[in-house]
C-alpha cells in the first residue's frame, strides 16, 4: 500500500463540556458566548485526527489539518502539530464568524482544492457547538468525491477503504474506493495526550494563514443564517430529595413516591 | 408553488411504515394547512406497494420510488433518487426525520439542490407572508435554543423524532398514488455494502421508561444491577430499556445504541431513572422531555438533581435492593 495523503477538517468550538451557568447570550449581537473557559478543537474532529494518525503510523504519509473560521487561537489549534499532524492550514477572516455548514462546506472545498492531492478527508460527523452534522457530507458532494457517514473503523487495503459505520440496530461494513470523505464517530477513540514538551515544540512550527480571497470566493451571495432569537431553555425542576438514614429507608421512600407520582401522572 | 414532500422511512424490521414518518407527515399536514399547498410524500424503497397504499390515506400525493437496489439502504443510491422525486414534486418544503437515514441523506441531498440544511429541528413556525420557516433547534450542547430563517427555497429541515404530532385524520378520499420509473443500477453509487451486522435492537425512542446508567454505574457489572430493576418496571410498563450517558458507551460497558444525549438517542418515557449520571448539557437534553425523572447518584452537587423530579442520595447499589422491594409491593 503507498502512502497516504490525508487532510483532516477541524473545528474551533467553545468548551464543549461548559456548564450551562457559563453559556451566556448576547441578545444585541445575538451570538452566545462561553465565559471564561478557552475554545477547544471540536472532541469529534479530535477523534478523526487520532484516526489520521493511526492511518499514518500503519500506512505512513501526510496529515493536513484544516481549520476554517474567524478569530482562530493559534494556541488551540497548535495541538494538532504536537499531537503528531505534518501542517496546519487556517482560513480566516471575519467574513467567516459563525459560517453555517453550508458555507463553511464552500470554504473548505476551496482550500481542499488548493491543497491538491489526497487520499482521504477525515472529519468529525458533528460539531459540538452547532451541532448540524452535515458539513462533511456537503463537502464530499461539492468536491464530487464519495461519502460514508458515522464510521468507527476505518481500513485502507490498495486503493480502498473499509468502514464499519454506526446505525441504528447495528452496524455496516462499506467498501468505498479512494479518494474519500470519512465522518467519525466517538467509538474510534479521543485525539491522544499530547505532552506540553510537544507543545512547546510545535511553537516553532509554521502555520500557513489563507485569505478568503485566496480561495476565490464571494460568500455574498449565498444565503445566509438570519438568527432571530437566542433563549437558554430552563432545564431546571423542583427536584424532590428521598430522606432516609438508611440505604433501606431510601430506597422504600423512593418507591413510594415514584409510585405516588406515577398515580397522579396517569390520573391527569 | 407551496407544496411539502413528507420523506418516508420504512422500517426495516416490520417493512411497515416507521412510526417517525408519521410524525413528519403531521408537521407536513400542519404546514400544508399554513401555505394551502399539497401534501406530497416520498417513498424510497422496495416492494412497496402496501406502505404506499397506508400514506395515500393520508397525502394528496404519494411519490414512490420501487427498486431491488433500494432494498437495503446506501445513501448515494437514496438521495439520487429523492433528487429525483424532488425534481418531478417541485416542493416549497422538504421535511426528513432526523433518523440515522434522514441524516446521512439530508446533507447530500442539500449540496445537490444548493439550498441550506437546518438538521433536528425541534419547533418549526411559519411566516404565512413569507412562506419562510422559523426553525428552531438545540445548539451548544443544548444550552441553548437558537431561531433563525434562511430565505432560501426549498426550505429543507429534519425533524428530531418524537418531538411532532403524529398525523391523525386519515383523508376521506385516498391521495394519488405516482410511480416513477427510475434507471438505478451499480454504477450510481461507489459504496458496496458488504455486511449488514445487527446488534441487540436497541429501540430506545420507543421505550416508555427508560434506566440509564452513567459513569458512576462503574462498569460493564454495574449494568446487570440495572437490569434487575428493569426486569420489575417491567411489570409496569409495556416497553423498558437500559439507557446511558456517553462515558460508559466511551469506556465499552455497553453498545453505543444505548446512548441518550445529544450525540445518542433522544428520548421522552413517561420515567427515566438516571443512576451514577452527573448531568452533562448534553446528556440532559437527550431526556428532559421525560415526564418523570429520577435521579440516583453519590454526589449530592451532581448537576443531575437540578433537572430531576425526585432524588436519592447515595450509593445506587444498596439503594436497589429496597428500591425493587418497594416497588413489588405496589404490583
Not at chain 2, 407536513?28 to 406497494?49: D, E, F, H, P, V
Amino acid at each position: 500500500m503507498k502512502s497516504l495523503n490525508i487532510i483532516v477538517c477541524v473545528k474551533q468550538v467553545p468548551s464543549p463540556e461548559a456548564p450551562p451557568s457559563v453559556v451566556e447570550i448576547d441578545s444585541k449581537e445575538l451570538q452566545v458566548r462561553v465565559r471564561g473557559l478557552p475554545p477547544e478543537i471540536n472532541p469529534l474532529d479530535g477523534t478523526a485526527l487520532e484516526a489520521a494518525l493511526q492511518l499514518k503510523e500503519a500506512h505512513g504519509g501526510k496529515i493536513t489539518v484544516l481549520s476554517v473560521g474567524d478569530r482562530l487561537s493559534e494556541g488551540v489549534l497548535r495541538k494538532v502539530l504536537a499531537a503528531g499532524a505534518d501542517e496546519l492550514i487556517t482560513v480566516q477572516g471575519e467574513e467567516l464568524n459563525d459560517l453555517d455548514s453550508y458555507a463553511t462546506a464552500l470554504v473548505l472545498q476551496r482550500a481542499v482544492e488548493k491543497i491538491g492531492k489526497y487520499d482521504l478527508i477525515l472529519t468529525g460527523k458533528q460539531s459540538a457547538d452547532w451541532n448540524s452534522e452535515q458539513t462533511g457530507l456537503i463537502l464530499a458532494e461539492l468536491l464530487k468525491v464519495p461519502a460514508v457517514n458515522s464510521v468507527k473503523k476505518i481500513e485502507i487495503l490498495d486503493e480502498e477503504a473499509l468502514l464499519t459505520t454506526v446505525r441504528s440496530g447495528g452496524y455496516d461494513v462499506v467498501k468505498a474506493p479512494l479518494p474519500l470523505l470519512v465522518t467519525v464517530t466517538s467509538e474510534l477513540g479521543e485525539l491522544r495526550y499530547v505532552p506540553l514538551t510537544a507543545l512547546k515544540k510545535a511553537r516553532e512550527k509554521p502555520i500557513k494563514i489563507w485569505k478568503i480571497e485566496d480561495l476565490q470566493l464571494d460568500l455574498s451571495k449565498l444565503g445566509k443564517r438570519k438568527v432571530v432569537d437566542l433563549l437558554k431553555p430552563k432545564l431546571e425542576r423542583v427536584c424532590t430529595l428521598i430522606e432516609g438514614r438508611t440505604p433501606e429507608e431510601k430506597g422504600k421512600n423512593l418507591a413510594i413516591k415514584l409510585h405516588e407520582a406515577l398515580r397522579t401522572l396517569s390520573s391527569k | 408553488m407551496r407544496d411539502i414532500l413528507a420523506v418516508m422511512e420504512v422500517d426495516e424490521e416490520t417493512s411497515g411504515i416507521a412510526p417517525v414518518s408519521l410524525e413528519v407527515l403531521g408537521c407536513g399536514r400542519l404546514l400544508s394547512q399554513g401555505t394551502g399547498g399539497t401534501l406530497c410524500a416520498a417513498l424510497i424503497g422496495n416492494s412497496l406497494q402496501q406502505q404506499a397504499d397506508e400514506i395515500a390515506k393520508y397525502t394528496d400525493k404519494v411519490y414512490v420510488i420501487d427498486h431491488i437496489l433500494l432494498k437495503d439502504f446506501n445513501p448515494e443510491l437514496y438521495v439520487y433518487a429523492l433528487e429525483k422525486v424532488c425534481e418531478r414534486a417541485n416542493p416549497s418544503y422538504i421535511i426528513l426525520a432526523h433518523t440515522w437515514k434522514g441524516a446521512d441523506v439530508a446533507p447530500r441531498l442539500s449540496a445537490r439542490l444548493r439550498v441550506p440544511l437546518t438538521t433536528d429541528c425541534i419547533g418549526l413556525e411559519l411566516d404565512p407572508t413569507t412562506g419562510l420557516l422559523r426553525r428552531r433547534k438545540q445548539v451548544y450542547g443544548g444550552a441553548v435554543v437558537a431561531t433563525f430563517i434562511y430565505e432560501d427555497f426549498p426550505q429543507l429541515v429534519t425533524l428530531r423524532p418524537k418531538v411532532w404530532e403524529k398525523v391523525k385524520e386519515a383523508r376521506k378520499d385516498k391521495g394519488e398514488i405516482i410511480h416513477l420509473d427510475l434507471k438505478i443500477d451499480e454504477s450510481l453509487s461507489k459504496l458496496k455494502i458488504i455486511k449488514r451486522i445487527k446488534e441487540e435492537n436497541v429501540k430506545l425512542a420507543d421505550a416508555d421508561a427508560i434506566v440509564a446508567g452513567g459513569r458512576g454505574v462503574g462498569g460493564a457489572e454495574g449494568f446487570k444491577e440495572l437490569e434487575k430493576l428493569k426486569a420489575v418496571l417491567e411489570k409496569l410498563f409495556s416497553k423498558v430499556e437500559i439507557g446511558a450517558s456517553r462515558p460508559p458507551v466511551d469506556k465499552g460497558w455497553v453498545s453505543p445504541s444505548r446512548q441518550v444525549g445529544l450525540t445518542g438517542e433522544k428520548v421522552s418515557p413517561t420515567l427515566y431513572i438516571a443512576v451514577g449520571i452527573s448531568g452533562a448539557t448534553q446528556h440532559v437534553v437527550g431526556m428532559d422531555k421525560s415526564k418523570i425523572i429520577v435521579a440516583i447518584n453519590n454526589d449530592p452537587n451532581a448537576y443531575i438533581f437540578s433537572i430531576a423530579d425526585i432524588g436519592v442520595v447515595g450509593d445506587y447499589k444498596e439503594i436497589f435492593p429496597h428500591f425493587i422491594k418497594g416497588l413489588e409491593e405496589f404490583l
